[in-house]
């Protein structure tokens, strides 16, 4: 059976993401990690950014797939995580991870 490659843009209501591989990964690594990157949401408060994060997550369990990200300030880091994202670096960037459930 074939994993699904879990890549490409994702959308819920205004929010959106783009989940790819990670280029920070030497090619041996990559096919069981994904980055989420340009996570944006257009109206705050609507909870769209968390339905959008909540269903890349289910993708990734589902999936087997580790996720990796770049939180650009320390609130968006509390934020990732509410969804089990924890830090496994700091520099030269903060990188968080999160295992599937």
């Known amino acids: 059976m074939q994993t699904p490659k879990m890549l ?3 959308q819920y ?3 959106t993401c783009e989940v790819r591989y990670s280029m920070l990964l030497p090619i041996s690594l990559r096919e069981n990690v994904r ?5 944006k ?13 909540e269903s ?15 939180p650009d300030t320390n609130k968006l880091e509390l934020w990732y995580n509410r969804f089990d994202f924890t ?7 903060v990188l968080l991870m999160r295992e599937p459930k």
């Not at 980055?35 to 996570?39: F, I, L, M």
């Not at 890349?56 to 770049?70: T, W």
């Open 13 to 15: 209501e205004s929010a």
């Open 87 to 93: 830090r496994v670096q700091t520099e030269p960037v």
């Open 35 to 39: 980055e989420v990157a340009r996570v």
């Open 56 to 70: 890349v997550c289910k993708e990734a369990d589902n999936a087997g797939k580790i996720l990796l990200l770049m």
């Open 8 to 10: 490409g843009v994702r």
């Open 41 to 53: 949401s257009g109206m705050k408060g609507k909870r769209h950014g968390s339905k959008l994060l």
